[in-house]
């Protein structure tokens, strides 16, 4: 038992460790996909002089939800492009959409974010909402949404909260049919 106190004590008192007390960096691994998407940040923003996009498409269908996940998104960087991703679901049942819906909107105790009911014409949605922040400026809405169509349920976030013409592309990509691809 002395041994092992003496090896504790030591340790850090002879400071054998030290890397701890240098400038270190984290070198992560990011993957690039090419998955077509049906939406994408160029839809959305225009021409984006960028090539390390990564597109990342992922579905799931079980009896009862057919789910669709897609993403647009880009290694951390310095005055980085924009970013996007979301998912549609497409319930098989009136009862599922209902619990869908209840678990996208609900807001967890730790987290700060609140979320807002929106005018669902804008959208041409039976229900949309708008996650936002409140802070010393006042509100400021996220980019994510929840939209609720009569067959899906689109939860899409971006980095930026969307324009009138952006809403009216979003709905032309997502809702047209051809959404799968």
Not at 106 to 125: G, I, M, P, Q, Y
Not at 144 to 169: C, N, R, S
Request: hydrophobic letters at 30%.
């Amino acid at each position: 038992v002395l041994y092992l106190g003496f090896i504790f004590y030591s340790i850090p008192r002879f400071n054998f460790s030290e890397r701890s007390n240098k400038p270190y960096t984290t070198v992560g691994e990011y993957r690039l996909y090419s998955d077509k998407i049906p939406l994408t940040c160029e839809d959305l923003y225009g021409h984006i002089d960028f090539e390390y996009y990564s597109y990342e498409a992922d579905e799931e269908d079980t009896p009862l939800l057919h789910r669709s996940h897609y993403s647009q998104t880009r290694p951390p960087m310095k005055n980085a492009p924009p970013e996007l991703e979301y998912s549609i679901y497409e319930p098989k049942f009136e009862f599922v959409k209902n619990i869908v819906v209840s678990d996208l909107t609900k807001l967890n105790d730790w987290s700060d974010r609140k979320l807002e009911t929106l005018d669902n014409a804008v959208f041409s949605t039976e229900k949309a909402y708008a996650f936002y922040y409140e802070g010393s400026n006042g509100i400021m809405f996220s980019g994510e949404y929840i939209l609720v169509f009569t067959d899906k349920i689109i939860h899409i976030d971006a980095d930026t909260p969307f324009t009138d013409e952006q809403i009216e592309i979003i709905k032309s990509k997502l809702l047209s049919g051809n959404s799968k691809v």
